[in-house]
């Protein structure tokens, strides 16, 4: 079946130019995440959503970064006045979610490679 | 603060060797422990998880990964390497509101 997909697969910016970057789930799942990857550097939680609902978004970098999900599927992390250390690989995940929780291992898409100029 | 160490940036190991790919964690409660590697040019993979039960666990590819809750670690190993192995290995620890915390990844190199 169809795995995680995330789209652009690269996007280069210019300084203070919003960016928008988009997943698509497994289909089923019902937890969905998303990380980012420096270079040289593991990946850092930005943000997690089970259904709809993110109840945790103290891992977003700063009030630049915000994230939805509509209809418990595709998701879209948004990057406004986009800045040069923002810089980075924004990785997108899914698991089955619900009350298994940590449990269940994630399903991880390709990734967007965004460059802010 | 939960946390998740890799030691060594780098292990470098001949083909056909033992190999150990080195995790300690620091977390409140429960650990639930995993395994993923990174392939060049593709998305991470999981490899193994430890929720509970028996400490020694065994995921794909071969490798299995051992729990230590007194030295709070939970390293990677396999008995044989391939060159195949090569890649990037993360380990990362599930948390509370399923908040992961992931290791600064470790590169596997394996010489034929």
């Known amino acids: 079946g169809a795995g995680v997909s995330q789209s652009p697969s690269n996007k280069v910016t210019e300084k203070g130019k919003d960016v928008e970057l988009r997943c698509d789930p497994i289909?089923?799942?019902?937890?969905l995440y998303w990380y980012r990857q420096s270079l040289g550097q593991g990946l850092e939680f930005l943000i997690y959503?089970?259904?709809?609902?993110?109840?945790?978004k103290s891992g977003l970098p700063s009030d630049r970064f915000s994230a939805e999900r509509t209809g418990g599927s595709v998701s879209t992390l948004t990057i406004q006045r986009t800045q040069q250390e923002d810089s980075a690989v924004y990785l997108c995940?899914?698991?089955?979610?619900?009350?298994?929780?940590?449990?269940?291992?994630?399903?991880f898409g390709p990734g967007t490679r965004l460059t802010v100029l | 603060a939960q946390s998740v160490a890799q030691p060594e940036d780098q292990v470098n190991v001949a083909e056909g060797n033992p190999l150990t790919v080195k995790c300690t964690y620091s977390v409140s409660g429960n650990p639930y422990l995993f395994w993923y590697v990174q392939y060049p040019n593709r998305g991470l993979q999981f490899l193994l998880k430890?929720?509970?039960?028996?400490?020694l666990v065994k995921g794909s590819y071969g490798f299995e990964a051992e729990f230590n809750k007194s030295q709070t670690s939970f390293h990677l190993k396999k008995p044989s390497a391939l060159v195949s192995d090569s890649a990037l290995y993360f380990c990362a620890v599930g948390y509370n509101f399923n908040k992961f915390y992931f290791g600064s990844g470790t590169k596997l190199n394996v010489k034929p």
């Open positions: 430890y929720i509970t039960g028996d400490n």
């Open positions: 959503f089970q259904g709809n609902s993110a109840p945790d």
């Open positions: 289909s089923g799942h019902t937890a």
């Open positions: 995940a899914s698991s089955l979610g619900g009350g298994a929780g940590p449990y269940n291992e994630q399903f």
